[in-house]
């Protein structure tokens, strides 16, 4: 699953782009559950989902 991120607030950020990938799923935190506009803090930064990607 991909994640297509962008910062909340006024300006035109770039993206950030998050992917969970099963084969690695002990290294990384577990898999969530995210739906579009739905808000992530990553780093102390708010960050609305643009784009969910299989």
Do not use: F
């Amino acid at each position: 699953m991909t994640l297509i991120l962008r910062r909340c607030g006024r300006g035109n950020w770039s993206t950030v782009e998050l992917t969970y990938d099963a084969a690695r799923q002990a290294q990384m935190p577990t898999l969530m559950h995210a739906k579009r506009r739905d808000v992530i803090v990553l780093e102390g930064v708010r960050y609305r989902v643009a784009r969910v990607m299989p």
